[in-house]
């Protein structure tokens, strides 16, 4: 069965400093990655997707993740972040013929002035 | 263009009531899906139409829950004899095809149901 782990909760950075998101799933074969941000009040917004071919992949809002197969991970980076990113992220991975996403629990992004 | 919409986006109701959330899927979309979130939680999953067809549900808690799709769009999630348990924000997601994992889900805003 697939899962999802996201190991921290509440993350705090400052604005204009980086921001790792950590993730890492279990799935026996190559999955589906995904990447949503959740702000207050409003829907799940997919920053971006692997399903295969080039590991680093890019999203909107300036963020980019990578495929670690031998970590099982999918990290989500970006290199400057905004007080606008502060909102809640979302890591979900897919398989192939499930009909569902299977959601981390999720990490709150806190961004400082 | 139009998005997922979910009406209403909050509904407060009593125990052992019966209550009905709707959800208008994008245009065109034949996927749609249900998800329920809990506090701190992350969405999980509920059930998945394909058409007018509910093709799984396996993520329904119990035989309180049911939903419908009767002309393959709208979408209606009902829940009898609300419990307590049952509060939690009620998001549904539609992808233009479905079954598969790689298919991209768009999400409405959800509505919170809060059972006293």
């Known amino acids: 069965a697939q899962s999802v782990t996201q190991p921290d909760i509440h993350i705090t950075v400052s604005e204009g400093a980086s921001l790792e998101l950590r993730c890492n799933y279990s799935?026996?074969?190559?999955?589906?990655l995904f990447w949503y941000v959740q702000s207050p009040g409003q829907g799940l917004q997919l920053l971006l997707k692997?399903?295969?071919?080039?590991?680093l992949v890019q999203g909107i809002k300036g963020f980019e993740a990578e495929f670690k197969r031998s970590q099982s991970s999918f990290n989500l980076r970006k290199p400057s972040v905004h007080w606008s990113d502060a909102a809640e992220y979302f890591c979900?991975?897919?398989?192939?013929?499930?009909?569902?996403?299977?959601f981390g629990t999720g990490t709150r992004l806190t961004v400082i002035p | 263009g139009a998005g997922v919409s979910q009406t209403p986006s909050n509904k407060v109701t009593e125990k052992g009531k019966y209550v009905e959330l709707r959800c208008d899927p994008i245009?065109?979309?034949?996927?749609l899906y249900w998800y329920r979130q809990s506090l701190g939680q992350g969405p999980e999953f509920l059930i998945y139409?394909?058409?007018?067809?509910?093709?799984?549900d396996s993520g329904l808690p119990n035989d309180r829950f049911f939903a419908v799709r009767p002309e393959g769009s709208v979408s209606t999630l009902k829940i009898q004899r609300t419990e307590r348990g049952d509060s939690a924000v009620y998001l549904c997601?539609?992808?233009?095809?479905?079954?598969?994992?790689?298919?991209?889900?768009?999400f409405g805003p959800g509505t919170r149901l809060t059972v006293l």
């Open positions: 692997y399903f295969s071919g080039d590991t």
């Open positions: 997601a539609s992808s233009l095809t479905g079954g598969s994992g790689y298919n991209e889900q768009f």
């Open positions: 245009s065109g979309h034949t996927a």
């Open positions: 979900a991975v897919g398989a192939t013929g499930a009909n569902n996403l299977f």
């Open positions: 139409f394909q058409g007018t067809g509910a093709a799984d």
């Open positions: 799935y026996g074969a190559t999955p589906y």
